[in-house]
């Protein structure tokens, strides 16, 4: 089972590294130091939750690369689904039609 995330958030917003990207830890008593001592004082661990952005069925989906981001006062890893027909016809260029009846898949 995967441990659990946590993200560092300062008045309902993500704090970001020097790259940009969420300050995120797992779990957090492997906190990396210093990070809290480099942000603010009020700046708090949160717990991150996991979602897909639809509903996900392996047969038909890929999963891409998450989106840390908040809602409300929740941190969430956010999966965004893709169909494996839209996926592989922006790889070659054609439209996703072109593509669904090129290989027969559900329309």
Do not use: C
Request: net charge negative.
């Amino acid at each position: 089972m995967q441990e659990r995330s946590y993200a560092l958030v300062f008045n309902g917003a993500l704090l970001r590294d020097g790259d940009g990207q969420p300050i995120v830890s797992a779990p957090i008593s492997s906190t990396p130091e210093g990070y809290t001592a480099a942000h603010p004082a009020h700046a708090e661990w949160v717990p991150v939750e996991n979602r897909d952005s639809a509903p996900f069925d392996p047969a038909e989906h890929y999963r891409l690369a998450p989106i840390i981001e908040m809602d409300g006062g929740t941190a969430y890893r956010t999966y965004p689904i893709i169909s494996k027909i839209d996926f592989h016809a922006k790889e070659l260029g054609i439209p996703a039609e072109t593509f669904r009846a090129m290989v027969g898949g559900p329309r």
